[in-house]
């Protein structure tokens, strides 16, 4: 399985992004899918993610009520829709599908928040 996001840039903060992560594979919708992210000189952490019996979604409380995981099946994408951006939020985002014990990650997308 091969996972490639996109969709990452520069936005001033209090601006949105909606992330992709496309992956290849006739079996994508049977994937669990998560966004991560690792910002410079710390360790990458969990944001959001999907569950790929229910497509029930969790969050980390960080990023709640301002990011949405979504997926579109028929497109074998996962997106990542991020509104009212903080700097904080500067990072590294990385796409992870999982399925038992395989798990695929991406190379990840660089997202800049200026102040």
């Known amino acids: 399985v091969q996972v490639v996001e996109s969709g990452g840039g520069l936005v001033q903060s209090g601006g949105s992004l909606r992330l992709s992560c496309a992956a290849s594979g006739k079996i994508f919708s049977t994937y669990a899918a998560h966004w991560f992210r690792q910002a410079p000189g710390k360790e990458r952490e969990f944001v959001a993610g999907?569950?790929?019996?229910?497509?029930?979604?969790y969050y980390a409380d960080s990023v709640k009520g301002r990011f949405t995981i979504s997926r579109d099946n028929a497109k074998n994408t996962v997106y990542l829709q991020m509104n009212s951006l903080k700097p904080e939020d500067t990072a590294v985002y990385y796409c992870?599908?999982?399925?038992?014990?395989?798990?695929?990650w991406g190379r990840g997308t660089q997202v800049t928040v200026s102040s």
């Open positions: 992870h599908l999982a399925l038992s014990t395989n798990e695929y």
């Open positions: 999907m569950m790929r019996s229910d497509s029930s979604t």
